[in-house]
């Protein structure tokens, strides 16, 4: 599907990996470590050990400011990764569910919810309901020693998605009228869906709440005073929100809802001025989205469509720009396209978590972790402007066989700071766990080449949407 998560538990998205499936029986010591893929011959990882655990959200910083943690989600509460060793430890443990409290759901209600890594400081920002008052209350945790911090409560209703480059700032979103929450997205709560697994009738589902016309507001909220500022109302379904990594009062949200009805992509600054809309469709049926800021904070990506599952462009908006090119796209072919799309430093190599047949490409080969090699349109004479579009192609190449991978839990790729490899969430093995592949191909000769497929096949027959 080519449709963004719900906004009720779009924060979640943004590096919440609770479990609510069933709990599997498989422990993580009985599935493999580590392998070349027989298919690409690329070297895949198993970087975390507990079943159901996941990476962030493929747009959500993952990694403290000197590059050392990474920081996944598990059952038992929030995890770090150790970059050079591999190594994990479990930071920050999940509370006990209240008294009488469904353990099923109350992990998804009462549990930690990841946000976002700091940009400034090593620390994750992360929330949690309070089971008395109900109100959501923002926590920190540096990454080095556990110590958490108690930041600010938010107001009834309120979730927050972001925080800002330089830690100052959280925004979110909370519907304005009480009665408006309980109708909003009831399916996911009863079937205590992960937020990273793609709904059944997800189509539907998207028409209903677009159409709802639910009164929202968009704000920040002071981290170090609890003071919110109001930013935007709207009967517009508000989601996706993305703060710079460089600049803190520039902030990335979406108009949420089926992309060929609504002008997604917009930004506004944190004093609610400049409410601007970053791509203005051209052509019926056209749609964009999945929205993705750059290392660098000067350009936002997004998956570009003309018309929806026809032709696939990766595009880009260069902020700032005043000479050359604003706006980029590089094309690929329909078993390129994939859900989520990421970028290196320096924007010389990207990356994609391919997708199923039922996906909005329809790809009939398109369940591969892929690596995209770009590569400019030359001008070969021909008329020139600062307004065209600069246009190039991707030369895929692929890094894992996902034919085994249940694609109705999205894989979330994106590279690992020093861009040696592709990070990516899967349940190949039954249970969800977090993988690493190498980028560089792996030496030949290798003594453990397998295919990814039948390992899956013979770990986890038959993978659930763990997540």
């Not at 944190?270 to 999945?290: C, F, P, Q, V, Y």
Request: with cysteine.
């Amino acid at each position: 599907m080519n449709t963004c998560r719900y906004s009720s538990c779009r924060h979640l998205c943004l590096g919440l990996a609770l479990v609510l499936a069933t709990v599997l029986p498989l422990v993580a010591q009985d599935v493999p470590k580590t392998w070349v893929d027989k298919d690409t011959g690329h070297r895949v990882y198993r970087l975390s050990d507990e079943p159901g655990s996941s990476a962030f959200y493929f747009n959500v910083n993952a990694y403290s400011p000197d590059e050392r943690y990474m920081v996944y989600t598990a059952p038992d509460g929030i995890h770090t990764l150790e970059m050079a060793t591999k190594k994990t430890r479990l930071l920050v443990p999940n509370p006990p569910p209240p008294p009488q409290a469904d353990a099923h759901m109350a992990r998804f209600r009462y549990g930690y919810h990841a946000i976002v890594v700091g940009h400034k400081t090593d620390s994750i920002f992360f929330s949690r309901m309070d089971p008395e008052t109900q109100l959501t209350v923002l926590y920190k945790a540096d990454l080095n020693s556990g110590a958490v911090t108690k930041l600010v409560t938010l107001p009834p209703r309120a979730r927050v998605a972001t925080v800002n480059a330089d830690e100052t700032l959280a925004a979110g979103v909370y519907d304005e009228h009480p009665e408006s929450v309980a109708a909003e997205y009831p399916q996911h709560a009863e079937q205590g869906r992960g937020p990273l697994v793609q709904p059944e009738s997800k189509g539907a589902m998207m028409e209903r709440r677009l159409a709802s016309r639910i009164p929202v507001l968009l704000f920040t909220i002071d981290l170090r005073t609890g003071k919110v500022h109001e930013l935007l109302h709207s009967t517009d379904w508000i989601g996706h929100l993305l703060f710079s990594p460089i600049d803190p009062a520039l902030l990335m949200y979406c108009h949420e809802g089926p992309w060929q009805k609504v002008d997604r992509i917009w930004t506004i600054h944190t004093d609610g001025s400049h409410n601007t809309l970053m791509h203005k469709r051209t052509m019926l049926m056209e749609i964009a989205g999945h929205e993705f800021w750059g290392l660098d904070g000067e350009t936002i990506w997004y998956d570009w469509q003309i018309p929806k599952g026809e032709d696939f462009w990766l595009a880009g908006i260069h902020l700032g720009k005043t000479e050359d090119h604003a706006q980029v796209a590089y094309h690929m072919l329909r078993n390129d396209w994939s859900i989520h799309f990421n970028v290196n430093k320096g924007a010389t190599l990207f990356c994609g978590d391919g997708g199923d047949p039922g996906q909005v490409a329809h790809a009939p080969d398109g369940e591969w972790i892929e690596l995209f090699h770009p590569a400019w349109r030359r001008n070969d004479g021909g008329i020139d402007s600062a307004d065209f579009v600069q246009p190039g192609t991707f030369t895929p190449e692929h890094l894992v066989n996902m034919k085994h991978h249940n694609y109705k839990l999205e894989p979330n790729v994106r590279f690992s700071p020093d861009g040696k490899m592709v990070i990516f969430t899967s349940n190949m093995f039954g249970a969800s766990y977090v993988f690493g592949v190498d980028v560089e191909k792996a030496p030949a000769g290798a003594a453990d080449i397998e295919s990814t497929p039948e390992l899956g096949l013979k770990f986890g027959p038959n993978p659930p949407p763990t997540h």
